[in-house]
């Protein structure tokens, strides 16, 4: 089911890129495994899956540390994408190869400060909150200027790109004016910036509304429940 499932949605991404006049090898695929066993992360990594979507820092360490001395390990990229706490930073630094949601400056900070400990320059993206709910993290976008500013003298993190969460509706369509937005934040910083420091990374878009997102130039996607369930 995993197999069919990844090829399926392999197949809505490479009918959107054609349409859209983009190559399908400029988008990553991360597969999010909350609440996932090993067995099933291993299925998909059979599968083709070389990025992992996690939303819990203690739930990663279980799967890294289960997956690490295994053939499935070499080549594999992990992703942050939930709500990041700075006491779990230590650990997150040591799995991560990009941590998508960073919403302030005292995380980044953070983050920076434990990069430097172990010698590593931490990607990251900063979290948007489109929408504006109050339910959900993120810097709201008229703060992003600065908080972008501000990371970019810090030395271990490297600012990529932005990420974003729409709210969770049963008509993707509703969803675009936000994808659309964050692409226009994105597109405003790079603007403002020289242009070898231009954010090049957009991840927005989950199993409902993946297409609509890729369409408004997402080319990073987080898939977890079209790849395990259906
Ligand atoms: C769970 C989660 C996803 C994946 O959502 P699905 O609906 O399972 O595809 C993507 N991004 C974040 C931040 C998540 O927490």
Redesign the pocket.
């Known amino acids: 089911m995993i197999k069919e499932n990844l090829l399926n949605i392999k197949a809505r991404i490479d009918f959107i890129c054609a349409r859209t006049g983009r190559p399908s090898v400029g988008i990553t695929l991360a597969c999010?495994v909350?609440n996932r066993s090993v067995e099933e992360i291993k299925q998909a990594l059979d599968a083709g899956i070389t990025d992992i979507?996690e939303?819990k820092v203690q739930e990663a360490g279980l799967h890294f540390n289960a997956i690490r001395n295994t053939r499935y390990a070499s080549g594999l990229n992990w992703h942050m994408?939930?709500h990041l706490q700075t006491n779990k930073v230590r650990e997150a630094v040591k799995i991560f190869a990009l941590i998508?949601?960073v919403d302030s400056l005292r995380l980044a900070e953070e983050i920076d400060r434990q990069a430097a400990r172990i010698n590593k320059i931490q990607d990251i993206l900063i979290e948007v909150n489109v929408s504006q709910e109050e339910s959900k993290f993120g810097i709201s976008p008229k703060e992003l200027s600065d908080l972008v500013a501000a990371i970019r003298v810090l030395k271990n993190v490297r600012l990529l790109g932005l990420m974003a969460?729409a709210p969770a509706t049963d008509e993707p369509q509703k969803v675009r004016v936000y994808f659309r937005q964050l692409r226009g934040l994105l597109e405003k910083v790079n603007t403002e910036c020289r242009p070898k420091d231009a954010l090049v990374i957009l991840s927005m878009g989950?199993?409902?509304d993946f297409e609509v997102a890729l369409e408004e130039g997402a080319n990073l996607v987080?898939?977890?429940?079209?790849?395990f369930e259906v």
């Open positions: 999010v909350k979507g939303n994408v939930g998508h949601s969460m989950m199993s409902h987080r898939i977890g429940k079209a790849i």
